[in-house]
């Protein structure tokens, strides 16, 4: 059922915006192609290479006053190849002022990190913090529909969103158990994953945003597999505040999440192991970040103006048992740290040039050089 | 767990039903297009100026910021009018 009710949302939103994109001969239709480009340099003990080159194209279209469509194609080269991706199509329309319906592949807002304050121009640093990126935990893409807004009360603001997805896909295979895929294209079973933010912003001149966000699923595992009914559930808390200190002429920047994911107890299979035997681990693991930048934009000088200052400290703990877990040298399951030094260059109000130091358990020290354009 | 997730649903939908029937206070209604462009915009990135795009593409950045920060309309309308320099 709740797969047609899915289909039926995203068939409708499609339909609508292919209707005004027919009859809209006048050329009202309106769109944008913007996008940006970034190029990475990682210096430690071990190599001292441009690892990355980047480049996503967003294009917007305004269909009509009340349809939207935003899409974004992102080129990676980490990996040694080209890799292209759809990183979001999403149709939009807004039922009402504060009320917009979507559908397609998107990124929720679970939590702020994903999706806003760790993109593009908007990350102070050329890393992510530790469980935030790759191998992370919380949902990063989703494929479904959702509505979402914001609204003023008296002196302060709220937004909202809320979303209805194919969830997250347990991973089972020997390096990854119990971790998840979190940005498939297409299910693996007939369950969905609800979830959702609200975002509060109690201060007059929006300067605090706080947040608090949750994701469900009952199921996760392929269809009629033995992993199907393994369930997650997880929670976020996000803060973002900006404040001009007049005394010396600069913005303080300071940035925070916690991210909770708690997965049913399942025995999952051993690798090659020929007997066919299981083991089994609790599954819980808990992410957190927090940032400050000061830059001194209000100062005359023109360098000076434009630098930036940014610290950030990570905490990852991963579960014991896990073969994604966490060990350090001793052999012993603790949390996976990070500290982060930033030295930022604004050439531009989204383009940047950032310097980073950065230790993390694990791996030797290392210096980012990214070069970040946004258009 | 599916009545969890009703009743869930249906205090959410309820607090912001209330919360969004409270009128903003005089202060907020009558905010200018500059101020909020720099207090909204500011919140995540540099503020961006008049002449980084055009007109018509304001109005297209308003749609997706609307989208991608939350701010409410009235704010979207007003940051673009300002920005198209209206």
């Known amino acids: 059922m709740k797969n047609k009710i899915l289909l039926f949302c995203i068939v409708t939103v499609f339909s609508a915006t292919q209707l005004v994109a027919q009859t809209n001969n006048s050329g009202n239709t309106k769109l944008l192609i913007t996008g940006h480009a970034s190029v990475t340099a990682i210096l430690d003990t071990g190599q001292?290479?441009?690892?990355?080159?980047?480049?996503s194209a967003i294009f917007l279209y305004q269909l009509a006053p009340k349809l939207f469509v935003e899409s974004e194609i992102e080129i990676e080269t980490g990996d040694g190849v080209a890799d292209i991706g759809l990183e979001h199509a999403n149709l939009v329309w807004m039922v009402g002022k504060n009320v917009l319906f979507h559908a397609g592949r998107f990124i929720p807002h679970f939590g702020m990190y994903r999706g806003r304050l760790g993109e593009g121009f908007m990350n102070r640093f050329a890393s992510n913090p530790v469980g935030f990126g790759d191998g992370g935990i919380g949902t990063m893409e989703a494929v479904g529909f959702g509505v979402q807004g914001g609204f003023a009360a008296g002196c302060s603001k709220f937004n909202y969103d809320g979303w209805v997805?194919?969830?997250?896909?347990?991973l089972t295979d020997a390096e990854n158990t119990g971790q998840f895929d979190y940005e498939a294209y297409t299910d693996n079973n007939k369950n969905k994953a609800i979830g959702g933010r609200i975002g509060f912003l109690p201060l007059s001149n929006s300067s605090l945003e706080i947040g608090a966000s949750f994701e469900s699923t009952n199921k996760t595992g392929s269809q009629y597999s033995a992993d199907e009914s393994v369930g997650v559930i997880a929670y976020a808390v996000d803060l973002n505040y900006f404040h001009m200190i007049k005394a010396i002429k600069s913005t303080l920047r300071v940035q925070g999440e916690f991210k909770k994911q708690d997965v049913d107890k399942h025995d999952y299979l051993i690798p090659d192991d020929e007997f066919g035997g299981t083991y089994t681990f609790d599954n819980t693991a808990q992410t957190y970040y927090i940032l400050a930048s000061l830059?001194?934009?209000?100062?005359?000088?023109k360098v000076l103006r434009n630098l930036e200052v940014a610290l950030r400290y990570s905490s990852y703990k991963t579960p014991d048992g896990a073969p994604w877990a966490y060990y350090d040298t001793n052999g012993k399951n603790t949390d996976l740290t990070q500290t982060a030094f930033g030295l930022n260059y604004w050439l531009k109000w989204n383009c940047v040039a950032k310097l980073c130091y950065q230790m993390q358990d694990g791996v030797t020290d290392q210096v980012f050089i990214q070069l970040f354009y946004g258009f | 767990?599916?009545?969890?997730y009703i009743i869930f649903v249906f205090i959410l939908a309820s607090t912001l039903t209330l919360l969004n029937s409270c009128a903003p206070t005089a202060m907020i209604a009558e905010k200018s297009g500059a101020q909020l462009w720099g207090e909204n915009c500011n919140r995540c990135h540099n503020a961006p100026s008049q002449d980084q795009y055009a007109k018509?593409?304001?109005?297209?950045?308003g749609t997706h910021m609307k989208m991608k920060a939350g701010i409410t309309n009235d704010e979207m309308t007003k940051i673009v009018a300002f920005l198209k320099g209206e």
Request: proline residues 6%.
């Open chain 1, 165 to 170: 997805s194919n969830g997250p896909q347990l």
């Open chain 2, 1 to 4: 767990m599916k009545k969890v």
């Open chain 1, 295 to 301: 830059r001194p934009g209000g100062v005359e000088n």
């Open chain 2, 56 to 61: 018509e593409q304001w109005e297209i950045i």
């Open chain 1, 48 to 55: 001292s290479s441009f690892t990355d080159a980047n480049f």
